[in-house]
């Protein structure tokens, strides 16, 4: 065994690993409560193929939220769930590379010095005995762990997620699953570009559900897609629905697309009374709570009954109330969704008591931006108080934070500005010329 390496040497050589540790990513509380509850939520089936990949994120979760104990049994969970996913009782392999690079980080940051060098030789003699196929490229299975954890964070990381797949598929493509993730990123990340793009994906998705036959939750992006050029897939999505009834609980069955499929293509109420059903199966699943009460939401805001139907909102409000005590860290976004139902249901002192509390805490930058933009529109069409709503965009915008709700911020700030009709477009004029 080579002698124990300087302090500098050491952290050169963690550095220049390739894990959690080192793939920039983001590190705020609101995307790692949401991404544990979301891991959490897939489960772990019996032959999940990213099952060693979802305990290695998770393990770089809990290290980030403090909690290193737990950080180091998902790591060693990880290690087990690659060797019974490999049918080997081996403790080497290239899939075992981001692990040991995650557990020397570990063993770091808790000043394990010694076990710190051993998975750094570890992966050193892993990374020599299997050397990538491609010179100057990294191993195909890197590629995939790298491709599948980049798929959690954000559009622009989804993006280079979709390259890390391409190369491991080029380089090892008899993995079905690689195939199938890559052509689910790609729809995650492109379903809104433009007709050539969509065109090409829709083709990869067909040969992926050849190849995959038994992925329920790619079969219902396949009819979306379908359903997308225009085909009637009623039919197809109720069969669909009945395979989707016999699988195992798990976010990764595919409820989460298909109800989309059947709000958008079949009928919000259909949505429902599946979401129901589903629920009625498993009374004790959270995930299945959680979707049930997008379905009721969506109702509510984008169907056309006027009056509301009591029972509705009723039972909308009951879910939403349960679900944020079943996700108490990661609530955020389903407890600014119960106060606009309030809001709708004409219960505005309850609504103004959610954002109020809300409006209170202590939030990271992230979960501060959507509830300002979030809070921003709801005083300006249910309290009708303009300014305020100004202020609050604003508020969300000055956070450099890049998302979905900075940019409608700014695009309301600049609606306000291009028609020249407020008393503070001066105001707004000015803080959009400084915004960085």
């Known amino acids: 065994m080579s002698a124990a390496p300087s302090q500098t040497t050491l952290e050169s050589k963690l550095v220049a690993l390739q894990c959690h540790f080192t793939w920039d990513l983001d590190t705020s509380e609101t995307t790692l409560y949401c991404l544990k509850d979301k891991l959490e939520d897939i489960g772990t089936e019996e032959g999940y193929s990213w099952l060693g990949h979802s305990y290695n994120l998770q393990g770089y979760i809990h290290y980030q939220l403090g909690l290193s104990n737990d950080a180091c049994r998902f790591l060693s969970k990880a290690a087990e769930a690659f060797r019974q996913m490999r049918n080997t009782v081996s403790d080497e ?11 020397a980080w570990l063993h770091y940051h808790r000043r394990e010095r010694a076990e710190c060098h051993a998975h750094l030789l570890k992966v050193e003699t892993m990374m020599n005995e299997y050397p990538s196929p491609t010179q100057g490229e990294l191993h195909p ?9 980049l798929m959690k964070f954000g559009t622009d990381k989804r993006l280079q ?10 380089m090892q493509p008899d993995m079905v699953e690689w195939h199938t993730s890559h052509v689910i990123g790609l729809e995650n990340t492109l379903r809104y570009t433009d007709k050539k793009l969509v065109a090409d994906i829709f083709e990869k998705m067909k040969i992926a559900k050849e190849h995959d036959p038994e992925n329920l939750y790619l079969a219902a ?3 979306e ?11 197809e999505a109720r069969e669909l629905a009945r395979r989707v009834l016999r699988k195992p609980i798990s976010s990764y069955s595919g409820i989460t697309p298909l109800l989309r499929l059947y709000r958008i293509y079949v009928s919000m ?20 709570k959680k979707c049930a009460s997008l379905c009721y939401k969506k109702r509510i805001f984008q169907g056309s009954d006027n009056p509301l139907d009591h029972s509705m909102i009723d039972r909308a409000i009951s879910l939403h109330r349960e679900v944020i005590t079943l996700y108490p860290l990661s609530s955020l976004t389903i407890e600014i969704s119960l106060a606009d139902i309030y809001a709708k249901s004409n219960e505005q002192a309850k609504a103004d008591h959610i954002y ?21 529109k709801y005083v300006h069409f249910i309290r009708k108080e303009s300014y305020k709503s100004i202020d609050y965009h604003m508020k969300a915008a000055a956070i450099l ?21 407020n008393r503070m477009c001066r105001e707004i004029d000015e803080f959009l010329n400084n915004l960085q």
């Open 93 to 103: 392999g290239p899939w075992l590379v981001v692990n040991h690079g995650n557990l």
């Open 141 to 149: 299975e890197i590629y995939a762990e790298k491709a599948w954890t």
């Open 161 to 170: 997620a979709t390259d890390y797949f391409q190369k491991a598929i080029r």
């Open 221 to 223: 992006l396949y009819l």
């Open 225 to 235: 897609a379908r359903a997308k050029q225009g085909k009637n897939i009623e039919s």
């Open 269 to 288: 109420d259909e949505a429902i009374d599946l979401a129901e059903e589903i629920l009625g199966r498993h009374p004790d699943e959270r995930y299945l």
């Open 356 to 376: 109020k509390e809300l409006l209170k805490k202590d939030l990271d930058p992230e979960g501060a931006q959507m509830l300002y933009n979030c809070y921003a």
């Open 401 to 421: 934070h890049q998302s979905s709700y900075r940019k409608n911020s700014i695009n309301t700030l600049e609606r306000i500005r291009a028609r020249n009709r």
